[in-house]
């Protein structure tokens, strides 16, 4: 049974791989041709900075499957690019995507335990 893209957004099929230390000079069309020989893949993205107008330094290649995901991480982890070397990693999928961090009891809990501490302090 296929689930809807709506309900399967952001949850990682271990087909994506996270790629950091990435160099200023490498572009979506670098990073593919170094990816492509282990497998398809539907999408390279670049994440930049929209203050400097600058790469963050790492991004997310998408394969179609999660075994090209594998052998790309495990031939291409700590390998240089443009004279960097990388880092490779299955990506983590986001979490509390669209919740508040206050709406979890973890945040409550923190913030009253912060309280009473500052409250045995000024006694």
């Known amino acids: 049974m296929d689930l809807p893209e709506s309900l399967t957004k952001g ?3 271990k087909n994506v791989l996270y790629v950091g ?10 990073l593919r041709a170094a990816f492509i020989p ?7 993205i670049l994440p930049m900075d ?4 600058k790469l963050k330094g790492f991004g997310f290649i998408d394969f179609e499957l999660p075994e090209d995901a594998a ?11 443009f004279g960097r070397v990388i880092k490779c990693s299955i990506a983590k999928p986001i979490k509390n995507l669209n ?3 206050w709406s979890s009891d973890d945040y409550h809990n923190e ?9 045995d302090a000024d006694d």
């Open 11 to 13: 949850v990682n099929k």
């Open 99 to 101: 919740k508040a961090v």
């Open 50 to 53: 929209h203050k400097t107008q």
């Open 111 to 119: 913030e009253n335990s912060e309280n009473n501490k500052n409250t």
């Open 38 to 44: 282990f497998g398809n893949i539907n999408d390279v």
């Open 21 to 30: 230390g990435i160099s200023d000079d490498v572009t979506i069309d670098i």
């Open 71 to 81: 052998d790309a991480l495990d031939n291409m982890h700590e390998s240089e690019i």
